[in-house]
């Protein structure tokens, strides 16, 4: 039984192959890794004097291009400094999660292992991590985008700790087919304060449909399953006012059934039921020209720039009242609670955290990078780079999704209630009982309160 | 004296031949019904620091209740109620078919044993091409055919109407195989003098299929049914894969309920509810198949 894919499953599974300028560069910085990885990797590496400390690393088994980049970093690591000695154990991503809580009731934990971004509260309140403030150099903590820092920080607000870092982030908006939109006399807003209104959307769905044979205009990776849509349409509640549930009180009756979360969804709703929606079975509804918008994060950007070249655009998400908001979160780095070398841990880290580090990585995957110093160098993310307005918009318009341990019975709601909204339920019932299934897994655990000293 | 020595001789070695086919028995079907049972009285939480309790049976109370899971275990019902006797039906009908000593016929038989060797993820992305939406969509393009465009296309997996219909028709093409199999070994188990005997007798062939075949197939029908009413009763794999039991709980089954409880909500103890809920009423159904089966006889 494989667990539900999170945000970063989707991402590792749906970045496009053939992502020429990433791998290119890619490439050009591994080429220099991977000539000293032939040594590093053997496991009869000298042991390197006597004070040598190993650190134990769990990772996901991502795509191979992760994955190399960091088999390549751990050489690199042990290479360049003989205190500690990082032995990474890769785990197939698929039971990832059940792997890493069974290793836990047996007390078998890491140093340093990563983890899908929503899950990080659940961890944390389960008391199976420690804090990263006062393991990681200060210079480094503060080089973490925004986006990375709240994604990590639990219990949110204030008295909240940093239990998790990502070395990147993600980015969703709607990447367009300027041609289709000039085409169709429709505007063409790139930066996040002038996203397209839900009214203006409607009509530039109703433009871009009347020139198109089948009137299938817009792909909402219909196709993708689980967590997908909790990531993708749980920030339209955020810019509509309302949300999954209410931050401080934990509860979804009353925010996740409100007015304002119940129009966003109309919103969705009609735009399938007007027949926009390209079911996208094959997955190719935008780079075989079905669509001219395609609602999806950045793993995308590969395949959709080589289909398009200059036509392609990248845009924010409609704004439903409030201003536009995104998704943001993908995998992140904690050190356990049973590490016995939590030190050893967090100096790996903090070298994974470092500028060329974080682009060796971010290059390979095509994510948004983790730190500011990374962003401002790298090629697709940078002031010059294509896509800009994902790193504009982390931190500033991204929404977390709710870090709580309640957050596994959260998604599985909301999906339920967005794919019955999908095929036509009605909406204030499906999201009045989402609500109520949420509350009552809330009220199950005695409102999760916190019993680790944080 | 010595027969009955024999005979504690002969109950020793039978005891002692049945010990490993009981252990696992034991082991991997009593014991974790007892686990899922002592479970589902607890509030046990996956990764929950807080201290588990015993909670009585509030947790079947509310299984129990759950508009949700009562409307799996209607599913189930309905979709056994459908897929037993069709593909029971269908079986025996290719069965009958595949009956004769013709060139290539285990060419013929291994082609229709074919879909239930096939991964189901496999055959789970077929049939999810073949209900596309929209007239382009094989199904609804050949329905549109033979009803000569009479036939409105329709969202076979998102539509609360079909949706339940779509699962079956892919488990009866996919599972058919399985049965045709059984009952073609019972067919050619039946002795040929039988046959002739009704020939000479002067019996046509539906008379012939209905007291000769029909009686010679008894035992392996019950089995068949039997078989195929809990494999019914066990959808789940279809449901994962292609439509997580929506549009709004139509294709929702009990094992998937259970599933989702005790692994995408970490309820374990509300999960596990719902698998003894589940054995209970499938041992229920079980046994009144078998005893409606032997009633006939």
Same mark, same amino acid.
């Given at each position: 039984?494989?667990?539900?894919?999170?945000?970063?499953?989707?991402?590792?599974?749906?970045?496009?192959?053939?992502?020429?300028?990433?791998?290119?560069?890619?490439?050009?910085?591994?080429?220099?890794?991977?000539?000293?990885?032939?040594?590093?990797?053997?496991?009869?590496?000298?042991? +390197?004097?006597?004070?040598?400390?190993?650190?134990?690393?769990?990772?996901?088994?991502?795509?191979?291009?992760?994955?190399?980049?960091?088999?390549? +970093?751990?050489?690199?690591?042990?290479?360049?400094?003989?205190?500690?000695?990082?032995?990474?154990?890769?785990?197939?991503?698929?039971?990832?999660?059940?792997?890493?809580?069974?290793?836990?009731?047996?007390?078998?934990?890491?140093?340093?292992?990563?983890?899908?971004?929503?899950?990080?509260?659940?961890?944390?309140?389960?008391?199976?991590?420690?804090?990263?403030?006062?393991?990681?150099?200060?210079?480094? &903590?503060?080089? #973490?985008?925004?986006?990375?820092?709240?994604?990590?920080?639990?219990?949110?607000?204030?008295?909240?700790?940093?239990?998790?870092?990502?070395?990147?982030?993600?980015?969703?908006?709607?990447?367009?087919?300027?041609?289709?939109?000039?085409?169709?006399?429709?505007?063409?807003?790139?930066?996040?304060?002038?996203?397209?209104?839900?009214?203006?959307?409607?009509?530039?769905?109703?433009?871009?449909?009347?020139?198109?044979?089948?009137?299938?205009?817009?792909?909402?990776?219909?196709?993708?399953?689980?967590?997908?849509?909790?990531?993708?349409?749980?920030?339209?509640?955020?810019?509509?006012?309302?949300?999954?549930?209410?931050?401080?009180?934990?509860?979804?009756?009353?925010?996740?059934?409100?007015?304002?979360?119940?129009?966003?969804?109309?919103?969705? +709703?009609?735009?399938?039921?007007?027949?926009?929606?390209?079911?996208?079975?094959?997955?190719?509804?935008?780079?075989?020209?079905?669509?001219?918008?395609?609602?999806?994060?950045?793993?995308?950007?590969?395949?959709?720039?080589?289909?398009?070249?200059?036509?392609?655009?990248?845009?924010?998400?409609?704004?439903?009242?409030?201003?536009? &908001?995104?998704?943001?979160?993908?995998? +992140?780095?904690?050190?356990?609670?049973?590490?016995?070398?939590?030190?050893?841990?967090?100096?790996? #880290?903090?070298?994974?955290?470092?500028?060329?580090?974080?682009?060796?990585?971010?290059?390979?995957?095509?994510?948004?990078?983790?730190?500011?110093?990374?962003?401002?160098?790298?090629?697709?993310?940078?002031?010059?780079?294509?896509?800009?307005?994902?790193?504009?918009?982390?931190?500033?318009?991204?929404?977390?999704?709710? &870090?709580?341990?309640?957050?596994?019975?959260?998604?599985?709601?909301?999906?339920?209630?967005?794919?019955?909204?999908?095929?036509?339920?009605?909406?204030?019932?499906?999201?009045?009982?989402?609500?109520?299934?949420?509350?009552?897994?809330?009220?199950?655990?005695?409102?999760?309160?916190?019993?680790?000293?944080? | 004296?010595?027969?009955?020595?024999?005979?504690?001789?002969?109950?020793?070695?039978?005891?002692?031949?049945?010990?490993?086919?009981?252990?696992?028995?034991?082991?991997?079907?009593?014991?974790?019904?007892?686990?899922?049972?002592?479970?589902?009285?607890?509030?046990?939480?996956?990764?929950?620091?807080? *201290?588990?309790?015993?909670?009585?049976?509030?947790?079947?109370?509310?299984?129990?209740?759950?508009?949700?899971?009562?409307?799996?275990?209607?599913?189930?019902?309905?979709? @056994?109620?459908?897929?037993? *006797?069709?593909?029971?039906?269908?079986?025996?009908?290719?069965?009958?078919?595949?009956?004769?000593?013709?060139?290539?016929?285990?060419?013929?038989?291994?082609?229709?044993?074919?879909?239930?060797?096939?991964?189901?993820?496999?055959?789970?992305?077929?049939?999810?091409?073949?209900?596309?939406?929209?007239?382009?969509?094989?199904?609804? @393009?050949?329905?549109?055919?033979?009803?000569?465009?009479?036939?409105?296309?329709?969202?076979?997996?998102?539509?609360?109407?079909?949706?339940?219909?779509?699962?079956?028709?892919?488990?009866?093409?996919?599972?058919?195989?399985?049965?045709?199999?059984?009952?073609? @070994?019972?067919?050619?188990?039946?002795?040929?003098?039988?046959?002739?005997?009704?020939?000479?007798?002067?019996?046509?062939?539906?008379?012939?299929?209905?007291?000769?075949?029909? *009686?010679?197939?008894?035992?392996?029908?019950?089995?068949?049914?039997?078989?195929?009413?809990?494999?019914?009763?066990?959808?789940?794999?279809?449901?994962?894969?292609?439509?997580?039991?929506?549009?709004?709980?139509?294709?929702?089954?009990?094992?998937?309920?259970?599933?989702?409880?005790?692994?995408?909500?970490?309820?374990?103890?509300?999960?596990?509810?719902?698998?003894?809920?589940?054995?209970?009423?499938?041992?229920?159904?079980? @046994?009144?198949?078998?005893?409606?089966?032997?009633?006939?006889?």
């Amino acid at each position: 039984m494989a667990p539900r894919p999170y945000a970063g499953a989707v991402v590792r599974h749906r970045i496009a192959t053939k992502h020429a300028l990433a791998a290119l560069l890619a490439a050009a910085l591994l080429v220099p890794a991977a000539c000293t990885r032939k040594e590093a990797d053997t496991p009869e590496t000298p042991a +390197q004097g006597e004070g040598t400390e190993t650190v134990t690393v769990w990772f996901h088994t991502g795509r191979p291009a992760e994955r190399d980049a960091l088999q390549a +970093q751990v050489a690199d690591f042990n290479g360049r400094q003989d205190r500690y000695r990082v032995v990474l154990t890769l785990i197939p991503e698929g039971g990832y999660n059940a792997q890493v809580r069974a290793a836990a009731l047996a007390r078998d934990l890491p140093d340093l292992l990563d983890l899908d971004g929503p899950l990080l509260a659940s961890y944390a309140w389960s008391g199976l991590l420690v804090p990263l403030d006062d393991l990681l150099p200060e210079a480094t &903590r503060a080089d #973490l985008i925004p986006s990375i820092v709240a994604q990590g920080t639990w219990p949110p607000g204030p008295g909240g700790r940093l239990y998790g870092a990502g070395t990147f982030d993600s980015g969703l908006g709607l990447f367009a087919d300027r041609a289709a939109l000039a085409a169709a006399e429709v505007r063409v807003p790139d930066a996040t304060a002038t996203a397209w209104t839900a009214e203006e959307f409607r009509a530039a769905l109703a433009a871009l449909a009347a020139r198109d044979p089948d009137g299938q205009v817009l792909d909402l990776k219909r196709n993708y399953k689980g967590e997908w849509f909790t990531y993708a349409f749980s920030p339209l509640l955020a810019s509509a006012g309302a949300d999954l549930i209410d931050r401080k009180t934990l509860t979804a009756h009353g925010t996740l059934d409100s007015a304002a979360a119940v129009g966003a969804m109309t919103q969705v +709703q009609s735009w399938i039921r007007s027949g926009y929606v390209d079911p996208n079975l094959d997955d190719a509804a935008f780079v075989r020209g079905r669509v001219a918008l395609s609602w999806v994060g950045h793993w995308e950007y590969g395949r959709y720039h080589d289909t398009l070249g200059d036509r392609l655009a990248v845009l924010p998400l409609p704004d439903m009242g409030t201003g536009s &908001r995104t998704g943001q979160g993908s995998w +992140q780095w904690a050190v356990t609670a049973k590490a016995k070398s939590p030190e050893g841990a967090a100096a790996f #880290l903090a070298y994974l955290l470092e500028p060329e580090q974080v682009l060796a990585m971010a290059n390979a995957n095509g994510a948004p990078p983790g730190t500011r110093a990374a962003t401002a160098r790298s090629p697709l993310y940078g002031p010059a780079g294509p896509l800009r307005l994902f790193a504009e918009q982390l931190g500033a318009a991204s929404v977390p999704r709710p &870090r709580t341990a309640a957050y596994p019975a959260i998604t599985d709601a909301f999906q339920r209630a967005f794919a019955d909204i999908a095929s036509g339920a009605d909406v204030k019932e499906a999201l009045t009982r989402a609500a109520a299934a949420i509350d009552r897994d809330v009220a199950d655990n005695h409102g999760y309160p916190v019993t680790v000293a944080p | 004296m010595t027969g009955n020595s024999a005979e504690t001789a002969e109950t020793r070695a039978g005891l002692l031949m049945a010990a490993p086919a009981v252990a696992g028995l034991l082991a991997f079907v009593l014991v974790p019904f007892g686990l899922a049972f002592g479970l589902a009285l607890t509030d046990l939480r996956l990764g929950s620091p807080l *201290p588990t309790r015993f909670v009585g049976v509030d947790p079947f109370v509310r299984v129990l209740t759950d508009p949700v899971f009562l409307r799996a275990l209607l599913n189930n019902a309905v979709f @056994a109620a459908v897929v037993v *006797p069709v593909q029971t039906g269908l079986a025996l009908l290719v069965a009958l078919a595949l009956d004769r000593p013709l060139y290539a016929m285990p060419v013929l038989r291994t082609l229709f044993f074919l879909p239930v060797v096939l991964p189901f993820v496999v055959v789970a992305v077929v049939w999810e091409l073949i209900f596309a939406p929209g007239p382009a969509g094989p199904a609804n @393009a050949l329905l549109g055919l033979v009803t000569l465009g009479g036939w409105a296309p329709v969202d076979w997996l998102h539509d609360t109407r079909y949706a339940l219909g779509a699962m079956a028709v892919l488990s009866v093409w996919q599972g058919v195989g399985l049965q045709m199999v059984i009952l073609l @070994a019972g067919l050619q188990a039946i002795p040929r003098t039988l046959y002739e005997a009704a020939r000479i007798d002067g019996a046509g062939p539906f008379s012939t299929f209905l007291h000769v075949t029909l *009686p010679g197939l008894r035992n392996v029908l019950v089995f068949v049914v039997t078989v195929t009413t809990i494999l019914a009763f066990r959808l789940f794999d279809q449901v994962r894969i292609l439509t997580q039991g929506g549009p709004e709980d139509a294709t929702t089954t009990a094992l998937y309920e259970a599933v989702a409880a005790a692994f995408d909500r970490q309820q374990v103890a509300v999960g596990s509810a719902m698998t003894v809920v589940w054995f209970v009423l499938v041992l229920a159904v079980t @046994a009144v198949v078998r005893r409606m089966a032997r009633g006939r006889a």
